[in-house]
């Protein structure tokens, strides 16, 4: 389906385009040039090329070019420090009828495929970052060599609910075979889109030889020499289409199962293409995975996983109201207050990506030793996996010093407690360090649901209080919420992004409102399932009626992970500032008195049932609900919390919601965070009145 210029263009007129240019060059050894084609989007490593309409033009003139030339060999790589990284869906996003994806996928097809049927030997050079479509045209190469500092390399796909189409699924098991082409295009992907590391592709057979990067082009080359020559020759992996295919297929189907539930159908389709890729046809395989493409480009869950990305990538990279960054002053030394896990976990990723000093107090000399003794031990499990060298994990654990006085924070620009999540214990904790501090330290709380304002209404400085709220496990999870409080000024909120940012987390601007948003959230969802049980409704109901969402976890599963204490407490706060919307259960009160963090127990066999305990001690009433109540009730609960929240101005918009259930409660892309599903479902005009996001965001257009 050979389209000119002039007709790509037609198809995606904003396209960044990544331009092929073809050279022919000398190689030792060789008789014939070879056709150099470098790709290249003209832009900084800091905007990776891609592939839209006229780059796949682009590319598909440039090996005609090569091709004509005769030469030795052909080879593909990328600008400096990048090769490319898929499909540029902006394109896709923008599709309003369904032959527009049936014309990417078959353009993409069209364009790899001559590299692999050409019979000139085609060499793909990764230099750099390498995902998705950039990885297809790689597979499509007959040989492959890999920079050592190739810093991405996957086949992230089905993380954003859609799957590898320009030949990833039928090219990835047919080199490595099924069982480890699994790993890359299943686990991987809804492992939080785990990335591949320059040796684990070596290993797998991604890649057929690695190169340093000092010289990495001119080794490639030579290589590419010797395996032209016939002097080099590469072992290729004999595929077991069999009992090992069947294996890795009904492995797929278990992570498919465990991830997404059923409800992410780029996995389904990506499922279905595995198996096909048993046959070995390219030619099958390749109409299918366009046939695929154009279906989910239609659907309103690949728009959802299209805005959940460009959330991610762009709007968390620009915070929604967050002050000038002039406005920031220069952090030079942290405090911690208190040396528990949470606190520890702070210290050590403060002293990880600022390299300042941070010093940890608590209330006894145990703690304070406890505390410091976890940042070292783990530093030395970094150093141990070779993560940091020797001489880094000595400078870092320097950095690390514990007291019980907190005079120590007297020349500390931030500091951050972490104690017991009592307002009358906080105050009593910043009034103390504000009697050690300059005037112009930021103090900072880690509080969950606590009010902010009122933490600061006793200081002399009320104006450096920040909200500095982080999900556990810090080093993890990558959402910060940044709370403003009634006073807090512009350069406390303006340093507090800049640390954010130098902290590598996504920071997103919260008024100070009851449990800011992802608790607040979590708390009104976790309630209404919980209220189900009360009135009648059984734990296994009540646990499952959620499962169509795809949501990394179960409600009572996330009650284990959150501590059943934690959750009451924060369920009687929130019940404190909104009673009437948020419920405190008497069961949970009696659950947590009697020391119980988990309702399910484990046998040998892994078969999960109630602990008989919890069933004992349970009051159930005579009301139970179905599943498909128990999930309408919990979802009409969010619409009716988030449309209060967005009218208390708790955030700027909507997206700002979905970004903080993506990135702090890891709910899934194809949900679009919560909003668009409540769109799509309908819940949100019947609940609300009308939709949180325009008609065709998030969402086929009309």
């Known amino acids: 389906m050979t389209i000119t210029a002039e007709e790509a263009k037609a198809i995606f007129p904003d396209e960044v385009v990544t331009h092929a240019k073809t050279r022919l060059i000398s190689v030792p050894g060789l008789d014939k040039p070879v056709a150099f084609i470098t790709i290249d989007n003209g832009l900084d490593h800091t905007r990776p090329s891609t592939f839209g309409p006229q780059s796949l033009v682009s590319l598909g003139a440039a090996f005609d070019e090569a091709y004509a030339a005769g030469p030795a060999a052909i080879a593909v790589t990328g600008k400096p420090f990048i090769f490319a990284v898929g499909a540029d869906l902006t394109a896709v996003e923008q599709a309003t009828d369904r032959s527009q994806g049936v014309t990417i996928g078959q353009l993409g097809h069209e364009v790899f495929k001559k590299f692999t049927d050409s019979d000139i030997p085609t060499f793909a050079f990764v230099n750099g970052a390498v995902m998705g479509g950039g990885l297809e045209l790689a597979l499509s190469c ?13 086949l992230p796909e089905v993380f954003l609910g859609l799957f590898p189409g320009w030949g990833g699924t039928q090219l990835l098991p047919n080199l490595i075979g099924a069982n480890d082409a699994v790993t890359v295009i299943f686990e991987n992907a809804l492992n939080q889109n785990k990335m591949l590391k320059p040796a684990d592709a070596l290993k797998l057979g991604i890649t057929d030889v690695l190169f340093d990067s000092a010289d990495y082009l001119e080794q490639s080359l ?21 009992e090992a295919w069947d294996a890795a297929v009904a492995r797929a189907k278990a992570i498919v199962a465990g991830k997404t539930k059923g409800a992410a159908p780029g996995a389904e389709k990506a499922l279905a293409l595995l198996e096909l890729a048993r046959e070995n046809d390219l030619v099958k395989g390749y109409a299918a995975e366009t046939e695929g493409l154009a279906d989910l480009v239609m659907s309103d869950e690949l728009r959802a996983g299209l805005y959940s990305f460009n959330l991610v990538q762009k709007r968390a990279k620009r915070p929604a109201g967050a002050p000038d960054k002039s406005l920031a002053r220069k ?88 104690v017991f999540e009592d307002l009358a214990v906080k105050q009593q904790v910043f009034a103390e360090v504000e009697e050690h501090v300059s005037a112009e330290a930021i103090l900072a709380t880690n509080t969950s649901s606590l009010s902010i304002t009122d933490m600061a209404s006793k200081l002399k400085h009320p104006e450096r209080v920040v909200g500095f709220h982080f999900f556990n496990p810090v080093a993890v999870m990558p959402l910060l919420e940044i709370v403003r409080a009634e006073q807090t000024d512009d350069a406390t909120l303006a340093t507090a992004f800049s640390i954010g940012k130098q902290l590598k ?29 009360d009135e009648g409704t059984s734990f296994e109901v009540a646990d499952k009626a959620t499962e169509p969402l795809g949501l990394p976890m179960s409600p009572m599963i996330l009650l284990q992970l959150v501590g059943s204490a934690v959750a009451l407490h924060v369920s009687e706060t929130m019940h404190g500032a909104f009673p009437d919307r948020f419920s405190v259960s008497e069961n949970m009160k009696k659950f947590v008195a009697a020391g119980k963090g988990a309702v399910w127990q484990w046998d040998s066999t892994g078969a999960q049932t109630v602990d008989p305990e919890v069933q004992a001690l349970w009051e159930f009433g005579s009301s139970p609900l179905t599943g498909d109540e128990v999930k309408t009730r919990a979802l009409e609960a969010l619409a009716e919390e988030i449309r209060i929240m967005l009218d208390e101005g708790v955030v700027a918009e909507a997206q700002d919601i979905d970004l903080c259930m993506i990135l ?25 009145g009308k939709r949180f996001l325009a008609p065709g965001v998030a969402s086929v257009p009309a």
């Not at 020499?225 to 290729?236: A, D, K, M």
């Not at 976990?345 to 003794?373: E, S």
């Not at 890891?666 to 005009?685: A, K, M, Q, V």
């Open 142 to 154: 007959h040989y492959r060599t890999l920079a050592s500092n190739a810093a991405a390399i996957a």
């Open 222 to 242: 030579l290589w590419l020499s010797g395996v032209v020559r016939g002097e080099i020759t590469v072992q290729r992996l004999e595929i077991d289409r069999g």
């Open 331 to 418: 952090v030079t030394k942290v405090g911690v207050v208190g040396a528990g896990l949470m606190a520890s976990q702070m210290a050590l990723l403060f002293i990880r990506r600022l390299h300042v000093p941070v010093v940890l107090t608590d209330i006894d000399q145990a703690r304070v030793d406890k505390g410091v003794g976890y940042v070292h031990s783990e530093i030395d499990k970094l150093a141990g996996k070779k993560r940091i060298s020797p001489d880094e994990a000595n400078r870092l654990k320097a950095l690390v010093s514990g007291s019980l006085d907190k005079s120590a924070f007297s020349d500390a620009d931030f500091v951050i407690e972490a």
């Open 505 to 533: 987390k996504s920071s997103v601007l919260v008024k100070d409102a009851p449990a800011f948003v992802v608790n607040r959230l979590l708390t009104r969802f976790m309630g209404e399932v919980i209220k189900s049980v």
């Open 664 to 688: 702090g409660a890891g709910w899934p892309f194809w949900l679009g965070g919560i909003t668009p599903y409540l769109d799509r479902t309908g819940i949100s005009e019947k609940v609300t």
